[in-house]
């Protein structure tokens, strides 16, 4: 029974993460059709933010070091600075290009943000410790203790969730940026301005990717210039599986592949975990015969098939 | 004039969808451009619009150059367009499709007293208000979408097929809202249709296009015996058609 309460929060935990990374790339998928790839390099940008930038051995924590709730302010104003430059700089060029470029696109501005990172950083691999105190275990009841970074990771999750349904479904913009998702030509065509729009779902995506940073460094305790690439590849697929461009998509997906995976950690038998990775793609191939448009439908899928 | 479309060249790609088209509207005016499929009518109020680029020729609005200007300057200098299809935001209710009309309006005092009125004048969008658009009927969605251009407070209201899919009662009765609408608060109209009777009998004027060029132009009075109307549609004369080569 401890076991599987264990099992349930952590799950839950993994979930709420890669749910948050689907929410991301969905943002920006439903309102530019960028799949952006960058994206879990904008979550290494921000964790390598905390420390003072140099190629030493041993890291010196600088933004990581300050007060907590100044901490959290400054990686997302970076993140989402980083975010709304990349497209200023780089997408807005290629934003009337098919998305198959604009993903080529993100991976190139990911790979540039990788080795910038290298050349600034070098490219070992640096421990970190932020919030050592939310690594500790927590006693729920008799028997049962968890992470309390877990826990925090679910909260906080779900307060982002809140946030952004009341953000789409009550402001002026909100309800502006769910219209040019479902159909941007319209929008524009009532003076919605298409390019406030898109700069806006970029600093939404890389304001998720800031706080991200911190929970997964907190979660890691380490930096490395390429950690950002297999948690994409996870958020890519919860992307898909929820299905392209819907918000609740990405979220259903997120918590799929997260419960999905920590679950067969659980149940695998020793000599197969190793594997749990390939059991997860198996699975999501299986999901994708069945459902090809993902598990939500959406108008912006409808047009890809 | 209001409106004044000057000898506009408009290619997809290579290809020209519409050769050296002129189009005029005049303030308070109603105006059908009629062609058959493929004519280049819907192609005409997307460049009108902004969405198209011409290659050639020039837009004026007001007195001002429109061609050139993104979708949304165009929407904000009183030209509101709705497009071929309806285009409802499926995902948004009826009050926040509507809503999105009234993006561009400084007028902050106004809105809800137009808001209202549009309600009033459609009350099957009052009744449906917190349904999601995509649940209306056809009509409903076409009163919708009416709704949603009238609130952006446009100078010109362009109409690309308000009858497509539509059944005829219901073509009538978008029709006398629009022509109610010209009478109560002056509305300039450019609508584009495919029957030639439906334009006829409401235009003050009427353009016949076809092949991506403009065939006839004519008040809607002196065209109502629908002879050349007809003509100009089909690109032969009547009865001549069985030599075979002339068909289009």
Redesign the interface.
């Known amino acids: 029974m401890d076991y599987i309460i264990q099992t349930v929060i952590s799950a839950l935990s993994v979930g709420s993460f890669y749910a948050l990374g689907a929410l991301g790339i969905g943002l920006l998928f439903s309102v530019l059709r960028l799949i952006n790839f960058a994206h879990g390099d904008f979550i290494t940008v921000g964790g390598f933010a905390l420390i003072v930038p140099s190629s030493a051995v041993v890291a010196t924590v600088a933004i990581g070091g300050l007060h907590p709730a100044i901490m959290v302010v400054a990686i997302v104003a970076i993140v989402v600075a980083l975010a709304v430059i990349s497209y200023f700089l780089v997408f807005q060029h290629s934003q009337t290009s098919s998305p198959a470029t604009m993903m080529i696109v993100s991976f190139a501005l990911g790979y540039t943000l990788q080795n910038l990172i290298v050349m600034i950083y070098g490219g070992r691999p640096k421990a970190v410790n932020i919030f050592p105190s939310l690594t500790g275990q927590v006693q729920l009841s008799d028997g049962v203790s968890v992470q309390i970074l877990q826990l925090v990771i679910i909260a906080v999750t779900w307060i982002l969730l809140i946030a952004l349904v009341l953000f789409l479904k009550r402001t ?1 913009v909100g ?2 940026m ?2 040019a998702a ?2 941007f ?10 390019k406030n729009v898109i700069a806006l779902a970029f600093v939404l995506s890389g304001g998720l990717a800031g706080i991200m940073s911190i929970l997964f460094v907190t979660q890691t305790g380490v930096l490395i210039f390429r950690m950002g690439v297999p948690i994409m590849l996870f958020f890519f697929i919860a992307t898909v599986i929820g299905g392209m461009g819907s918000l609740v998509g990405a979220v259903v997906g997120g918590y799929s592949v997260g419960i999905v995976s920590v679950v067969l950690s659980a149940i695998l038998p020793e000599e197969l975990r190793g594997f749990r990775d390939a059991c997860v793609f198996i699975l999501v191939i299986v999901i994708l015969l069945a459902r090809p448009q993902g598990i939500v439908l959406t ?1 912006a899928a409808k047009e890809r098939v | 004039m209001l409106l004044e479309v000057k000898d506009i060249t408009v290619h997809y790609s290579r290809l020209p969808a519409l050769r050296e088209v002129s189009v005029t509207v005049d303030e308070g005016e109603i105006v059908c451009i009629v062609g058959p499929n493929g004519a280049g009518k819907s192609t005409t109020l997307l460049a009108i ?1 902004g ?1 198209l680029n011409p290659t050639h020729g020039e837009i004026l609005f007001d007195g001002d150059k429109i061609n050139g200007m ?3 300057a ?3 200098s009183g030209i ?2 709705v ?1 071929e299809g309806r ?1 409802v ?4 209710n009826v009050e ?2 509507l ?3 009234t ?2 309006r400084k007028d902050r005092e106004n809105i809800e007293k137009d808001f209202k009125h549009i309600l009033e004048i459609f009350p099957v969008l009052a009744e449906r208000r917190k349904q999601a658009a995509g649940k209306l009927s056809g009509g409903e969605q076409q009163m919708l979408v009416i709704g ?2 009238l609130l ?1 407070n446009p100078r010109i209201m362009t109409i690309d097929e308000p009858s497509l899919g539509l059944a005829p009662n219901l073509v009538d009765r978008v029709y006398e809202t629009l022509i109610d609408l010209r009478r109560s608060r002056g509305l300039t109209l450019l609508i584009v249709e495919q029957s030639s009777e439906r334009a006829l009998k409401a235009a003050d004027r009427l353009y016949v296009l076809r092949s991506g060029q403009m065939q006839l132009e004519g008040k809607a009075a002196d065209l109502r015996d629908g002879e050349k109307v007809r003509q100009a549609y089909f690109g032969f004369e009547e009865g001549s058609a069985d030599d075979g080569k002339v068909a289009f």
Not at chain 1, 185 to 194: D, W
């Open positions: 002026r309800v502006q769910r219209a479902e159909d030509r319209m929008a524009r065509m009532l003076g919605v301005n298409g108008k | 619009s969405v993104s979708a949304e165009v929407a904000r509101s367009q497009p285009h935001f499926t995902t948004l926040e499709n809503r999105i009309g993006s561009i949603r251009a952006t």
